[in-house]
């Protein structure tokens, strides 16, 4: 919980199937400024300057879950996606996590996204 809420979060870079997509992620996401406050498991999205149609932006509630080997959000950060998201590496930097996201017009596909300070 101290790593995930010490600092806000951007994207910093995305793969599928061990591809990198980051210049398919639509710049409205990139800019996103994610917030996991320690206090009560509540989180925010700021859309900052690129505001995606419709808005991603707003209020979200957190907690970890399997060990704190997932983290169960209750908006989704990313198109496509669950709010059920595996965590592959929490540092005092960097976030990576992984779900499997549907995005026509591919079938699901394993996607890893990396958020850092």
């Known amino acids: 919980t101290e790593l995930l ?7 910093s870079s995305a793969s599928a199937g061990g591809t990198d997509i980051t210049a ?9 400024i994610i917030t996991f406050n320690a206090s009560g498991g509540t989180g925010n999205v700021n859309e900052a300057t690129n505001v995606c149609s419709p808005s991603t932006a707003g209020n979200f ?34 976030l990576v996590v992984s779900q499997v996201m549907t995005i026509p017009p591919f079938p699901p596909t394993n996607v890893q996204v990396t958020l850092v300070h």
Do not use: R
Not at 24 to 32: F, G, P
């Open 61 to 94: 509630t957190w907690a970890f879950q399997n060990s704190e080997t997932e983290l169960n959000i209750s908006a989704t950060l990313f198109p496509g996606g669950s709010g059920v998201i595996n965590v592959i590496s929490l540092t005092e930097t960097t």
């Open 5 to 11: 809420t010490q600092a806000t979060w951007k994207f």
């Open 24 to 32: 398919q992620v639509d710049a409205c996401y990139k800019d996103n």
